[in-house]
């Protein structure tokens, strides 16, 4: 039995994040965070290539977003994307009061994204509950840190409202 334990990840990942994904075949936490911050990197620079080399190409990866829905596989995850990072709106988000959860291949991080979502003279400020998991995977070459699975909600139900509202008018994400 693996043992898990928490570890607090200091700064943040957002607009000034690095793309790191060379060094995403760290093992260990190394790793691990080399491939989130190249998540982050990728998501608020809108580079599609990038954001689907962090996810891990298989049929049952995960994200579930604020607006409700579930997707499985890299192709809705990287469509969602693509509509997101082509799309009128723009959105930023940055990922802090990081904790890691490491065990074996598995590490999940969870914290909270604060951003903004930006149509025209609409601006909805962010705050999401998140988290991402990364496993080791075989890669190309070597094993390597990608996303399987990621989780993001909204506490605050007038916010969500907000949101939904101007992403549904907006016809950029489904």
Not at 98 to 114: C, K, P, Q, S, Y
Request: charge should be negative.
């Amino acid at each position: 039995m693996t043992s898990l334990h928490g570890t607090p990840v200091p700064g943040e990942f957002g607009r000034e994040a690095a793309n790191r994904l060379k060094d995403a075949a760290a093992p260990g936490l190394d790793g691990a965070l080399a491939a989130l911050e190249s998540f982050y990197h990728a998501f608020n620079r809108r580079d599609d290539t990038l954001l689907a080399a962090v996810w891990a190409d298989a049929p049952l990866v995960q994200l579930n977003n604020p607006l409700g829905g579930i997707l499985r596989g890299i192709g809705p995850i990287t469509e969602l994307y693509a509509r997101v990072f082509h799309g009128p709106a723009r959105v930023w988000v940055a990922f802090s009061d990081v904790v890691a959860f490491e065990g074996g291949d598995m590490i999940a991080f969870a914290g909270r994204e604060t951003g903004e979502f930006v149509l025209g003279e609409t601006v909805i400020p962010l705050h999401i509950r998140t988290s991402r998991v990364f496993a080791r995977v075989e890669g190309e070459t070597t094993r390597c840190w990608r996303q399987v699975h990621h989780h993001g909600s909204i506490d605050d139900a007038g916010l969500l409202g907000r949101y939904q509202r101007a992403v549904r008018g907006a016809d950029t994400i489904s």
